[in-house]
T-cell receptor, first 110, second 116 residues
Framework: GIQVEQSPPDLILQEGANSTLRCNFS?????LQWFHQNPWGQLINLFYIPSGTKQNGRLSATTVATERYSLLYISSSQTTDSGVYFC????????????FGKGNQVVVIP | DTGVSQDPRHKITKRGQNVTFRCDPI?????LYWYRQTLGQGPEFLTY????????KSRLLSDRFSAERPKGSFSTLEIQRTEQGDSAMYLC??????????????FGPGTRLLVL
């Protein structure tokens, strides 16, 4: 099955700083989602982005499918951005079973 | 709120007991998934339904695990004879199968299981 690697595994940010999280995947995909898991365990949808660039407020994401990576940008970080960010792609092309990376643990300090 | 809901949110049980978790998907979604997440890891796929049909169950962790979606709406995940290794967060997700292929899965808040 597909391999998903996220980097960096841990990140500590000063409030107001910008950051970039990276997701590499080992095979072609037709689906890629970014999630934020809050401290209570809820996975919150951030982006559905199999290719191209999307923006939502202070967050934006870019997926370069031909090079098998996706980036999540956090600008002007806030303490509420703390948590774990997950990238997920289908285990096999065209199916709907998601394979997750191990996540990026982000801590934003005031 | 019309998101995915799960019940209970927390469950503590003794080893050997049976437990059952419920998931109510977003109402118009025809696909429902179960995942398991252990500490420090991303969620891992267990099983999924399209309407009432269970289309993939080979990834259930053992024959102690079973899932149902009897009327194509809510689903239950049962673990029989629980073991300490079953302690984890159990997540449910739902999606709407589209003609174009890719689809967005929406997750519930999860059921956190602790087996003593």
């Amino acid at each position: 099955g597909i391999q998903v690697e996220q980097s960096p595994p841990d990140l500590i940010l000063q409030e107001g700083a910008n950051s970039t999280l990276r997701c590499n995947f080992s095979d072609s995909v037709n689906n890629l989602q970014w999630f934020h898991q809050n401290p209570w365990g809820q996975l919150i949808n951030l982006f559905y982005i199999p290719s191209g660039t999307k923006q939502n407020g202070r967050l934006s994401a870019t997926t370069v499918a031909t090079e098998r990576y996706s980036l999540l940008y956090i600008s002007s970080s806030q303490t509420t951005d703390s948590g774990v960010y997950f990238c997920a792609v289908p285990e096999d092309y065209g199916n709907n079973r998601l394979a997750f990376g191990k996540g990026n643990q982000v801590v934003v300090i005031p | 709120d019309t998101g995915v809901s799960q019940d209970p949110r927390h469950k503590i049980t003794k080893r050997g007991q049976n437990v059952t978790f419920r998931c109510d998907p977003i109402s118009e979604h025809n696909r429902l998934y179960w995942y398991r997440q252990t500490l420090g890891q991303g969620p891992e796929f267990l099983t999924y339904f399209q309407n009432e049909a269970q289309l993939e169950k080979s990834r259930l962790l053992s024959d102690r695990f079973s899932a149902e979606r009897p009327k194509g709406s809510f689903s239950t995940l049962e673990i029989q004879r629980t073991e300490q290794g079953d302690s984890a967060m159990y997540l449910c997700a739902s999606s709407l199968k589209g003609l174009a292929g890719g689809e967005t899965q929406y997750f519930g808040p999860g059921t956190r299981l602790l087996v003593l």
